[in-house]
């Protein structure tokens, strides 16, 4: 397998090249030049197969020749017993009629450890493999710091520095950052707000000397093994809920596209998924595009689904790539013109192409509170707001007589994590699992510091330095 630049203008790679490097040279996005194909008896034999089996089944063509199955099977199974329950990626049923499909069984209760316990091991293979050590630099406003921690945390050859802007993430986050206690793990409290914290990390990669010394690198949402790993589940759902015979929809809330892309490229790749459903909240530009044709940048404003408080999703490129027609040059072409304008009109072919490979919906704050009330009522249980997000998207949206096929819902993040709108909600508040309610008691390690570039390059610097 080979990988191009989204741009047409950056080295072709092979896996461990692109796992490394994430961004490609020309700014573009990295992806395989042609996708393997999953066949019926394939998804027949994984109805027999534990979740890792079929992680290796699935991921192998798209690591080699990096990496061989037999390694890859190793890392998978060990990624993948971290997770507390024994299908790792439960499919459980609501009462009226949709499925939950429960990501949130592992270390830090997101969907983000599904693809991150696996990266953090391929980083360390990789690195050993070449006798090379990276510095991973991130800021984070939530759930991407805790889940990129738990999976860097003690491996060879990785050194994680993580920024947070002091005082405004929750307790629960924070805590479940820096209650960590490995001595690869730097957590950096700055006095700022996120986009301080991001900032400064832009300004450390762009110091190029820098950079190069210290081997920076990036565990971000545009990284292609991060995709690669999640179309596991959309293959182990569909298994579930009757493929190769019966199609299955799913509807996912959106904040990266990095999900919903997930089940796009399992669809490309044999996998019989009817409709996908993309559910944002206020934060609506992908539903707007979807509708209107045009993408344009406004105001990010907060919600209780932070995860999916973003301006611009940077994994879309991936799908306007495939559906411009793989032409680097022209989208480089419109990806310049997107920054320089916060604005562009997308050509009719591909306007065309979106909405009939998508729905999309976006859903208000009410709306998100009135689903977690609903499904509390009716099913006596409790569910994040990210999962309202794309249950509400489900519900409303549903065409007339409902979907043709099952409809499964991506369930990102467990209820405790978001405890306030919960509570704020339905008047319940979630029961913390142990592993957070362990959390109270532990010390916590971090350094807190201006929001001054100098002083972060001295720490990175003072701290990671072999
Ligand atoms: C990151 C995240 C999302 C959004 O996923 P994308 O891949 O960025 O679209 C949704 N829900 C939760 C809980 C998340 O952590």
């Known amino acids: 397998m080979r990988y191009v630049s989204t741009r047409g203008d950056a080295p072709i790679l092979d896996f461990g090249d692109v796992l490394l490097e994430g961004l490609a040279s020309d700014g573009g996005l990295y992806v395989p030049d042609g996708l393997p194909t999953i066949s019926p008896s394939d998804l027949a034999d994984f109805a027999g197969l534990e979740y890792h089996e079929v992680a290796t089944r699935v991921l192998a063509p ?64 990789e690195l050993a493999r070449r006798g090379s050590f990276m510095t991973v630099v991130g800021a984070t406003s939530g759930d991407t710091g805790s889940a990129a921690i738990e999976a860097c945390r003690d491996r060879a050859g990785i050194e994680l520095v993580m920024l947070h802007p002091a005082g405004r993430v929750t307790e629960i986050q924070r805590r479940q950052m ?29 110091d190029r000397p820098f950079r190069e010394r210290m081997r920076l690198g990036a565990v971000n949402s545009i990284n292609w093994a991060r995709v690669a790993a999640q179309t596991v589940y959309y293959v182990t759902t569909a298994v579930r809920l009757g493929a190769p015979e019966w199609a299955v929809s799913f509807c996912v809330p959106t904040g990266n596209f990095g999900n919903v892309l ?85 050509a009719p072919d591909v306007q065309a192409g979106l909405r009939a490979d998508f729905d999309a919906g976006a859903v208000s704050e009410p709306e998100v509170a009135a689903t977690i009330a609903a499904v509390n009522e009716s099913d006596d249980r409790l569910i994040d707001p990210h999962t309202a997000v794309a249950l509400t998207v489900a519900r409303r949206d549903a065409p007339t007589g409902g979907w043709s096929t099952p409809m499964a819902v991506m369930s990102t993040a467990h209820p405790a994590k978001f405890g306030d709108a919960v509570l704020e909600a339905t008047g319940r508040q979630p029961e913390l699992p142990p592993a957070l309610a362990a959390l109270a008691d532990r010390e916590e390690h971090l350094t807190a510091l201006p929001n001054d570039l100098a002083t972060l390059r001295d720490f990175v610097t003072a701290r990671c330095t072999r």
């Not at 459903?277 to 105001?299: C, F, K, P, Q, W």
């Open 178 to 206: 820096t209650t960590v206690d490995s001595s690869n793990i730097h957590n950096v409290a700055i006095d700022g707000t996120f986009d301080d914290c991001q900032d400064l990390v832009k300004a450390l990669f762009a």
């Open 62 to 125: 798209f690591v080699a020749p990096s990496l061989s199955p037999d390694e890859l099977a190793l890392m998978a199974q060990d990624a993948y017993s971290t997770f507390t329950h024994t299908d790792v990626v439960p499919v459980s049923g609501l009462d009226a009629g949709e499925h939950l499909v429960e990501l949130f069984w592992g270390p830090t209760l997101s969907f983000k450890d599904v693809a991150l316990q696996l990266l953090g091991r391929l980083f360390e293979h």
């Open 262 to 346: 997930a089940g796009n490229v399992a669809r490309r790749m044999g996998v019989p998924i009817d409709r996908l459903v993309v559910a944002t909240n206020h934060n609506d530009i992908l539903t707007r595009t979807h509708r209107s044709g045009e993408m344009s940048i406004s105001e990010v404003r907060p919600s209780t689904s932070p995860a999916m408080d973003i301006q611009v999703s940077s994994n879309f490129e991936r799908l306007l790539f495939e559906l411009g027609g793989r032409h680097g040059a022209a989208l480089a072409a419109d990806m310049a013109q997107f920054r320089a304008e916060n604005s562009l009109i997308l």
